[in-house]
């Protein structure tokens, strides 16, 4: 039987599949806030001289980006709740898998963006009295933060598709939210195309966005 393409079906779908974006996007902007602090955090740890401060970073870091997210996920929601005895709502539980997973990687860009600064800018800090913490709060910082946007950014796109595996532990997501359209209308190729779109269409906002920003830190650097 040929195959009959019916758009009226994605259109329909939009208003149900808008509520999973809304909880993609949710979970995406919660858990990259709290990501960003952890990797933040993390990175800082990891250029640190203390070696045992270092160490506990990098036992993270590498945990981390040396496991599935999947797996981290069922683990947080199915196998830590059996040890701890505690149930974790599937939204928190996804915040927290968003915000865990994107530390790590954000760690490392913050790590690298900050020994990308010369070393003599901290030099020169401390000449001027400055202590090691102000110098990097009022020098080093700023100067690595336009340099962390573009990976940063590309992280935020990374965090936002992989929203869609939370959709094992039952979070209602955008993929899952177009999951439970096609098993009431079996029409997976309008929905699951509508579903691509819509992610598409949030990638690229997202790009957008961060490139506007880059470019106005730029001109901003130059005045």
């Known amino acids: 039987m040929a195959f009959d393409f019916e758009p009226s079906v994605m259109i329909d779908s939009i208003p149900t599949l808008l509520v999973g974006a809304k909880m993609t996007i ?11 602090l952890l990797g933040a955090i993390a990175g800082l740890m990891k250029l640190s001289r203390n070696m045992f401060v ?20 069922m683990f947080l929601y199915f196998g830590l709740p059996m ?39 901290m ?16 020098i080093i910082w700023p100067q690595a933060f336009k340099r962390m946007i573009p990976p940063l950014g590309n992280q935020f796109i990374i965090s936002l598709k992989d929203t869609s595996l939370l959709m094992i532990i039952g979070v209602g997501e955008l993929l899952r939210t177009g999951d439970e ?14 579903v691509g779109i819509m992610y598409l269409c949030m990638t690229m906002s997202i790009a957008k966005a961060l490139g506007m920003l880059e470019k106005r830190l730029h001109l901003k650097s130059q005045r």
């Open 26 to 36: 949710i979970i995406t902007v919660g858990g990259l806030f709290f990501g960003f």
């Open 54 to 73: 270092r160490r506990i970073a990098g036992v993270y870091v590498e945990t981390i980006r040396g496991t599935p997210m999947l797996v981290q996920a």
């Open 83 to 121: 040890a701890i005895g505690i149930r974790i709502p599937a939204v928190v539980a996804g915040i927290v898998i968003i915000a865990v997973n994107s530390g790590a990687y954000i760690a490392e860009i913050v790590r690298g963006a900050v020994q990308s600064i010369n070393v003599g800018q």
């Open 123 to 138: 030099e020169a800090g401390r000449t001027i009295g400055l202590t090691r913490g102000q110098t990097m709060r009022y």
């Open 181 to 194: 359209i096609v098993a009431v209308n079996f029409r997976a190729f309008e929905v699951y195309l509508t």
